[in-house]
């Protein structure tokens, strides 16, 4: 796991018309799962893949999980959590996912 520039990956998003953002969705599902110790866990991969088949459904219950995932990461690590499953659910909810991915990034890259 690496610590991304959030910017960058904002404006490499809006750059590319997505397809960086295709890329940071599943490194961003990937780097969860490997700072929760999720075994068995969707892959970034498979996320998006669903997200896509699902138009998107998945998505909203792929950033709730997001939220707990990190959530559990940070109190492994005796740091105090919040429930930040039930913000990246709404903000993915009102169309502000790329805000959702840049919080989720922030705190991967604090846990880091």
């Given amino acids: 796991m690496q610590q991304r520039n959030i910017a960058v990956c904002i404006i490499l998003s809006i750059v590319t018309c997505g397809i960086y953002g295709i890329y940071w969705f599943i490194v961003l599902s990937n780097d969860t799962n490997t700072v929760s110790n999720a075994e068995n866990a969707t892959s970034g991969g498979v996320a998006f893949v669903l997200s896509l088949i699902t ?6 219950y792929w950033a709730y999980k997001q939220g707990e995932k990190i ?6 690590r005796g740091i105090p959590s919040s429930n930040s499953g039930v913000i990246y659910l709404i903000l993915c909810f009102v169309g502000l996912g790329i805000v959702a991915e840049a919080l989720m990034q922030n705190e991967l890259n604090s846990l880091a």
């Fill in 71 to 76: 959530d559990k990461a940070k109190t492994d």
């Fill in 55 to 60: 138009c998107n459904i998945y998505g909203l």
